[in-house]
């Protein structure tokens, strides 16, 4: 295993952090709503709600920051190491735990544990915990 200390970009990463609690603190403060975004996707992909707006800004904005960093100089190569077969199934992994975990990394990450919640320290001890075994087993017992 190695470190590709070579990219790593602790300003941007810095800066990424920030945005992303300032953006779930808005959320919450502006709209009582947790900053889970498979929650706020999966809010968009029912029956028309009459809270699509903020919604839409909100993922709208996520797509958004990493175009506007690139017009700002700020890009980062991307090293996607899989194929869409491989991608189409992790995604539709990552769906049903997240449904299953009643949110994700985001919401119990960075929100749900902000909060001293103790079901997403569970959720997010679980979530990567999946992670480590996943890499563990396609790496080395697969041989990825």
Not at 24 to 42: E, K, M, P
Not at 60 to 68: D, E, T
Not at 103 to 114: A, D, K
Request: with cysteine.
């Amino acid at each position: 295993m190695s470190i590709d200390i070579v990219s790593f970009t602790p300003r941007l990463s810095l800066i990424g952090g920030l945005l992303i609690g300032a953006a779930a603190a808005v959320l919450v403060l502006f709209n009582g709503r947790i900053a889970g975004i498979s929650g706020i996707l999966g809010g968009l992909l029912g029956t028309p709600r009459k809270d699509a707006g903020w919604r839409v800004a909100f993922l709208a904005g996520l797509i958004g920051a990493p175009v506007l960093a690139s017009l700002l100089g700020n890009t980062v190569a991307l090293d996607v190491q899989a194929g869409w077969g491989e991608l189409t199934i992790a995604g539709f992994l990552v769906g049903i735990g997240t449904r299953y975990a009643g949110g994700c990394t985001s919401g119990h990450g960075v929100c749900g544990i902000s909060r001293g919640a103790i079901r997403s320290l569970v959720a997010t001890a679980t979530f990567m915990a999946s992670g480590f075994l996943t890499v563990f087993v396609s790496r080395h017992l697969l041989g990825g």
